[in-house]
C-alpha cells in the first residue's frame, strides 16, 4: 500500500523467536541463579521459612504415639498442692529416688540443677534460727539433706543436669555473685567420647562454661549432661543437642547421658560425616542416633499424651504401678507453670522435659527425622531444572499452559518434600526452590506479558497501515467484530479523485509520481484519521472514507463535512506548489453524501472486505464524478448540509445524477483560497430567481458572467438560460 516507503523495523521476530533467542535465554537463568546463590548463603529469612515449612509437616502428620520405655515424672501443680512449694527439701527427692530404683527404672534423669545446698537442711536451718547450745547440737545430729540425696544418688541409676553459659566466668567469686554459690565452672565429665574419623569439636555447639550441680551430688551420680537447648532464631525448639563443647571438649547432654546410663555403657561414639562436614551420627552403647552436623537430633514431637506422664506425689504415695517405671528412662521434671520450664515446640507450648522425653522415645523406638547432608545438593539441582522449566514455559507458551504447568512444577517440589518426610523421615527445603520457581514465572511471564504488548503495538501498527486505526482499534477491544455479515447503519463518505494523474505518470520519471503520490495519500488519510475517519479503500489515486462505522459517531455529517474541507485545502496547497515547481499535479475532486448502508463483512470463510454497501456510497462517489463536468472541488448533499447549518455553501442545484430517477440538492463549500469567485449573495439571489423560474434570471447571470467569467457555477447556469433551461433541476449523463 503506497502509504511510507517501508514497514517499521521494530518487533519483526515473532515472540517465539525472540523466546529462542540466546540472550532471551538468559532471562529465567537470572531468578535461578538467584535462588542458587540464596541456596549457599543460607540467610535467616530463608531458615526461618525452612523450619516453619517442617513445623507444619509436623502439624499435617505429627509423630503416632507408640509406648517407650520412657516416663516423665511430673512436679505438676498438683504435686505442689499435695507436698507443698518447691523446692522440695532433698530428703523428699532421695526418696523418690529411692522409689523409682526400687520400681526398677533403668535411668532417672532430672531435669533440675542442683547447685545450691538445702535450705532446709539441718545446719543451714540452725544457722537461721540462731539455735545454741543443746538445741543446736540436736538439729545438727540430724541426717544432713544433701548427704542423703547423695547417698541415693550413689547406689542409684542417676544423672544429674547442668546449665551450659556463653559469658566466659573469670573466677569463682565473680560467678558466686551472679550463682551463690557456684559449685564449679566445668561439669565433671562421666562419658568417654571417642572420635570415629576426623575429630571436628568445632561444629558442636560452643560454650565457656556452666553452672553446675553441687560437687558432692556430681561426684556420685552415674551421668552428668546438659539441660540446654538451642533453639532457632523464633525461639522453637527443634532439635534436642545430644553432645555439646566447652573449649574443644566435648560434653554430654541429659537425653545422650540417660541412654547412656540406662544401657550401663562408658563410651560415647562421635562419628564425623567427612572432611569438615560435622558429626552425622552418634553412638551410645547399642543405639545409633543419627545427628544434624552439630550433634543435634531432629525432633518428631507427637500431640500431647498423658500416658507419658505420671504425677511425682502419686509415685511418692505408692500410687503407680512400678510396671510404669520398670525398664523405663525416668525423667524427673516439671509442668507447673509457676516454675516456667516451658518451651515452644512446632505444636504449641510444651514443658522443657518433655523435649528431652521425645528425643528419648526417638532414641529407644528407631523413629527418626533426618536432613541429610546431600539435600542441599538435591535441592539446588531442584530449583534449577523448576525454575528453568518455568521460565522457557512462560516465555514460550501460553499463559493458561505456563500457569498450569508452573503450578503443577510447585505441587510436585511440594508434594516431593511432603512424601519425603511423611514416607522417609526426610527434612527436605522446598519452600526455597518454589519461591524460585516463583520468582522466575513471575519475572518471565512479566517479559512474556510485555513482549506480547509490544508485538500486539506492531502488528496493530501495521495492520493499521492496510486496515483503518478505528478499525483495529475496534476488533482488537470487540474480537465478534471479525463474523460475517452486515447490519443496517446511518453513515457518511468522502470519495476523493486527483484529476490527471495518468498524464503526469507518463511526462515524468514513475519513481517520482509514485514518490509524490504517496506523499499526497499519506496527508489525505492522516487527515481522515484525525477525524476518525474510516479508510474504506484506495484505488489508485482515489480514496473513500466512512464515518460512523465500525463505532457509531453521533456527529458524523459535520466530522465528514470537516474532514473534507480540510482534505480539500491540503490537496490544493499540496497541488499549487508541485505546480510551481514545474510538475503538472491536478486539482482533487470531492464528494461527500450520507445515507443509510449496510456495514459490515463481505466475503467468504478464506478472505473478507469490510465495506459499506448500499445508494449512499454510490452517490457519494457520483457527487466525486460531477465535479468534472460542474467545473467545481467539492459537491455536499443536502443530506450533510442538514448537520451542518453553520457551513458556508452556495446551491449548484438539484441534480439528478446517472442511475437515478429522483433530484438530489446539490451544494459547494465557499472556501477562501478561491478568489474568481462572484460574490455570494449575488450568486444566491440569482440561483433563486432560477429556481423560482423569474425571468430575470437570465439577466443575472448574464452579469455574473459579465463580472466573473472565471466562475465554473456561474458559466454552467449561465449556459443552461441561453441554452432554454428552465429551474434548478440538471440531470446528469455522466458519473
Keep these: ?60 502428620h505429627p509423630r503416632e504415639y507408640q509406648p517407650a520405655p520412657v516416663r516423665v515424672v511430673d512436679i505438676d501443680d498438683e ?66 539433706h544433701d548427704e542423703v540425696f547423695a547417698h541415693s544418688l550413689e547406689k542409684g541409676d542417676a544423672v544429674l543436669g547442668f546449665a551450659m553459659l556463653r559469658n566466659k566466668i573469670a573466677s569463682k567469686k565473680s560467678a558466686s555473685e551472679k550463682y551463690a554459690p557456684l559449685s564449679q565452672v566445668l561439669p565433671e565429665q562421666k562419658s568417654r567420647f571417642i572420635y570415629s574419623g576426623e575429630p571436628q569439636p ?70 564425623s560425616a567427612g572432611q569438615n562436614s560435622g558429626l552425622s551420627e552418634l553412638r551410645i552403647g547399642d543405639l545409633i542416633v543419627p545427628t544434624t552436623p552439630h550433634g543435634e537430633m531432629w525432633v518428631h514431637y507427637t500431640r500431647p499424651v498423658k500416658e507419658r506422664y505420671v504425677s511425682a506425689w502419686k509415685v511418692l504415695a505408692g500410687q503407680v504401678p512400678p510396671e510404669q517405671l520398670a525398664g523405663h528412662i525416668v525423667l524427673v521434671g516439671s509442668s507447673a507453670q509457676g516454675l516456667m520450664d516451658l518451651r515452644f515446640s512446632p505444636m504449641g507450648l510444651m514443658p522443657g522435659v518433655e523435649a528431652h522425653a521425645q528425643g528419648l522415645e526417638q532414641a529407644l523406638t528407631g523413629h527418626f527425622l533426618e536432613r541429610p547432608s546431600w539435600a542441599r545438593g538435591l535441592e539446588s539441582l531442584v530449583l534449577m531444572i523448576s525454575g528453568l522449566m518455568a521460565g522457557l514455559l512462560a516465555m514460550r507458551t501460553r499463559a493458561l499452559v505456563a500457569a498450569s504447568a508452573s503450578v503443577a512444577l510447585l505441587g510436585a517440589i511440594v508434594g516431593g518434600a511432603w512424601w519425603a518426610f511423611v514416607s522417609q523421615g526426610l527434612l527436605l527445603d522446598a519452600a526455597t526452590p518454589a519461591l524460585a520457581v516463583l520468582l522466575t514465572y513471575i519475572i518471565c511471564s512479566l517479559w512474556h506479558h510485555f513482549s506480547s504488548e509490544r508485538e500486539q503495538r506492531w502488528i496493530k501498527d501495521a495492520f493499521s497501515r492496510y486496515v483503518s486505526p478505528n478499525r483495529v482499534a475496534y476488533l482488537v477491544e470487540n474480537p465478534d467484530g471479525m463474523a460475517l455479515g452486515g447490519q443496517r447503519q446511518t453513515c457518511s463518505f468522502i470519495f476523493t479523485d486527483l484529476a490527471g494523474f495518468t498524464t503526469l505518470m507518463e511526462g515524468v520519471d514513475p519513481a517520482q509520481a509514485v514518490s509524490l503520490l504517496n506523499a499526497y495519500l499519506d496527508e489525505m488519510i492522516a487527515i481522515a484519521f484525525r477525524f476518525d475517519g474510516t479508510l474504506d479503500r484506495i484505488v489508485g489515486d482515489a480514496v473513500a472514507i466512512m464515518f ?60 473478507f472486505d469490510y465495506r459499506a454497501l448500499g445508494d449512499a456510497v454510490n452517490t457519494a462517489a457520483r457527487l466525486e464524478s460531477v465535479n468534472k463536468h460542474l467545473g467545481t472541488r467539492m459537491c455536499i448533499s443536502e443530506a450533510i448540509l442538514a448537520d451542518n447549518p453553520q457551513a458556508v455553501v452556495r446551491p449548484v442545484g438539484r441534480l439528478v445524477l446517472k442511475g437515478k430517477s429522483k433530484a438530489l440538492a446539490v451544494f459547494e463549500p465557499v472556501t477562501e483560497d478561491v478568489v474568481q469567485r462572484a460574490p455570494l449573495e449575488a450568486y444566491r439571489a440569482a440561483f433563486q430567481a432560477m429556481a423560482a423560474e423569474d425571468a430575470q434570471a437570465l439577466a443575472l447571470f448574464a452579469q455574473l458572467a459579465q463580472d466573473w467569467p472565471q466562475d465554473p457555477l456561474v458559466k454552467l447556469h449561465h449556459e443552461r438560460l441561453l441554452a432554454g433551461e428552465r429551474g434548478d433541476l440538471i440531470v446528469m449523463n455522466a458519473k
Design 1 to 60: 500500500m503506497p502509504l511510507t516507503n517501508s514497514m517499521p523495523q521494530e518487533g519483526v521476530s515473532t515472540m517465539e523467536k525472540k523466546a529462542g533467542s540466546p540472550w532471551a535465554l538468559l532471562l529465567p537463568m537470572l531468578p535461578v541463579l538467584l535462588g542458587l546463590t540464596l541456596m549457599v548463603m543460607d540467610t535467616r529469612w530463608q531458615q526461618a521459612l525452612r523450619n516453619n515449612q517442617f513445623d507444619q509437616f509436623q502439624r499435617w
Design 79 to 144: 504435686s505442689l498442692a499435695q507436698l507443698g512449694q518447691w523446692p522440695w527439701p532433698r530428703t523428699r527427692l532421695a526418696q523418690l529416688l529411692d522409689t523409682l530404683g526400687a520400681a526398677g527404672a533403668a535411668a532417672v534423669g532430672f531435669d533440675v540443677i542442683f547447685s545450691e545446698p538445702d535450705r532446709t537442711s539441718p545446719k543451714v536451718a540452725a544457722d537461721l534460727w540462731k539455735l545454741q547450745g543443746q538445741q543446736r547440737a540436736n538439729v545438727l545430729a540430724l541426717p544432713d
Design 202 to 271: 568445632e561444629w558442636l555447639h560452643a560454650f565457656d562454661s556452666a553452672v553446675t550441680s553441687l560437687p558432692l551430688f556430681e561426684k556420685v551420680a552415674k551421668g552428668n549432661g546438659a539441660l540446654t537447648f538451642v533453639p532457632d532464631g523464633d525461639g522453637v525448639v527443634r532439635r534436642v543437642p545430644l553432645v555439646f563443647q566447652i573449649d574443644g571438649t566435648p560434653v554430654g547432654s541429659l537425653v545422650g547421658e540417660s541412654l547412656r546410663v540406662a544401657q550401663g555403657a562408658k563410651n560415647v561414639v562421635l562419628k
Design 548 to 607: 460512523s462505522a465500525p463505532v457509531p459517531q453521533a456527529d458524523h455529517r459535520v466530522r465528514a463535512l470537516s474532514c473534507a474541507l480540510e482534505m480539500d485545502a491540503f490537496a490544493n496547497q499540496y497541488a499549487t506548489r508541485l505546480q510551481k515547481e514545474g510538475s503538472a499535479f491536478g486539482k482533487t475532486r470531492i464528494g461527500v453524501h450520507s445515507g443509510e448502508v449496510i456495514v459490515g463483512n463481505f466475503g467468504g470463510s478464506h478472505m
